[in-house]
């Protein structure tokens, strides 16, 4: 487990202050990382230059992420630069022009050159421009509690090891802008804090959202195996039922189960539409027990 880095932050510091409205689809909302918790602790804690391109464009932005494909992959921006000295070494091109070279993830590339051109170049303009001041503030703000919320999760995530397999074998990085939010990245998964400075670090908030994340991915393989379409109602409805069986009799069995008690499952299908092999084999890949 480790750090995500400052430009991932970033663009989730972004994403934050760009509203969703409330008759967006479910996965719309879903997807939607805006906070209005950090909104008012950012205006105070971060300079006014890392405030003002986020705040400028974020009503046209909310409009242009109100169709699913567009508000997820726009979630892609956090790993399309290695950091942000890259992506401002980008910034003057086109997304349609970068090449592979000129990026982090050609995965991410290539999504998002798949997405509406306005919205992905209007997001890397106020990630450009708010970049150099949020590299400066980052570590006097937010580094400190994510220093501080690693050393937590490290014997945390040990005693979870005999019990969650997958979450001990995982690479989880943690994002001091993602709140209590998690976004699963191919193997690499990325969950929030769960808290905000000057609140003292919540290790076992960023591990429920790292397990239910990877049960996300789990349960998505475990369709697919079986030939059955693993749409995001299908895999979100497996992966809360499948982690809370795997969180039982482990620390963050009642971290997870007031974590849940707090979600809203709109939009899923049904417990009585999942098969219930696909839980069990979810399950096992959450144990380690299952490939």
Same mark, same amino acid.
């Given at each position: 487990?480790?750090?995500?880095?400052?430009?991932?932050?970033?663009?989730?510091?972004?994403?934050?202050?760009?509203?969703?409205?409330?008759?967006?689809?479910?996965?719309?909302?879903?997807?939607?990382?805006?906070?209005?918790?950090?909104?008012?602790?950012?205006?105070?804690?971060?300079?006014?230059?890392?405030?003002?391109?986020?705040?400028?464009?974020?009503?046209?932005?909310?409009?242009?992420?109100?169709?699913?494909?567009?508000?997820?992959?726009?979630?892609?921006?956090?790993?399309?630069?290695?950091?942000?000295?890259?992506?401002?070494? #980008?910034? %003057?091109?086109?997304? !349609?022009? $970068?090449?592979?070279?000129?990026?982090? +993830?050609?995965? *991410? /590339? =290539?999504?998002?050159?798949?997405?509406?051109?306005?919205?992905?170049?209007?997001?890397?303009?106020?990630?450009?421009?708010?970049?150099?001041?949020?590299?400066?503030?980052?570590?006097?703000?937010?580094?400190?509690?994510?220093? #501080?919320? %690693?050393?937590?999760? !490290?014997? $945390?995530?040990?005693?979870?090891?005999? +019990?969650?397999? *997958? /979450? =001990?074998?995982?690479?989880?990085?943690?994002?001091?802008?993602?709140?209590?939010?998690?976004?699963?990245?191919?193997?690499?998964?990325?969950?929030?804090?769960?808290?905000?400075?000057?609140?003292?670090?919540?290790?076992?908030?960023?591990?429920?959202?790292?397990?239910?994340? $990877?049960?996300?991915?789990?349960?998505?393989?475990?369709?697919?195996?079986?030939?059955?379409?693993?749409?995001?109602?299908?895999?979100?409805?497996?992966?809360?039922?499948?982690?809370?069986?795997?969180?039982?009799?482990?620390?963050?069995?009642?971290?997870?189960?007031?974590?849940?008690?707090?979600?809203?499952?709109?939009?899923?299908?049904?417990?009585?539409?999942?098969?219930?092999?696909?839980?069990?084999?979810?399950?096992?890949?959450?144990?380690?027990?299952?490939?």
């Amino acid at each position: 487990m480790r750090a995500a880095s400052i430009y991932a932050d970033l663009v989730f510091h972004l994403l934050a202050f760009v509203p969703v409205g409330r008759e967006a689809p479910a996965l719309v909302r879903a997807a939607s990382l805006h906070s209005e918790r950090y909104q008012r602790w950012a205006r105070v804690s971060l300079p006014l230059e890392t405030i003002e391109p986020c705040e400028r464009d974020a009503a046209i932005l909310g409009a242009m992420l109100s169709r699913p494909e567009v508000a997820t992959g726009i979630q892609l921006l956090a790993i399309l630069h290695d950091d942000v000295e890259q992506a401002l070494g #980008a910034a %003057l091109s086109a997304i !349609g022009e $970068l090449r592979e070279d000129e990026v982090g +993830s050609a995965w *991410a /590339l =290539a999504t998002l050159r798949r997405l509406p051109a306005e919205a992905v170049e209007i997001a890397r303009i106020a990630v450009a421009l708010a970049g150099p001041d949020f590299v400066d503030a980052h570590p006097k703000t937010l580094g400190p509690l994510t220093a #501080a919320v %690693l050393d937590g999760c !490290g014997p $945390l995530l040990a005693a979870c090891g005999p +019990s969650l397999g *997958a /979450l =001990a074998s995982a690479d989880i990085r943690l994002s001091a802008t993602l709140g209590e939010h998690g976004r699963g990245y191919g193997d690499t998964v990325i969950v929030g804090l769960h808290t905000l400075p000057p609140d003292d670090p919540d290790p076992a908030g960023p591990l429920v959202l790292a397990l239910h994340e $990877l049960a996300v991915q789990a349960a998505s393989r475990a369709f697919e195996a079986r030939g059955i379409e693993a749409t995001w109602a299908r895999s979100e409805r497996v992966a809360l039922l499948a982690a809370a069986r795997a969180a039982s009799g482990s620390p963050l069995e009642a971290p997870y189960v007031a974590w849940r008690a707090s979600l809203s499952t709109e939009g899923l299908v049904g417990e009585g539409e999942v098969p219930p092999e696909v839980v069990e084999d979810t399950v096992l890949r959450l144990r380690g027990s299952s490939a």
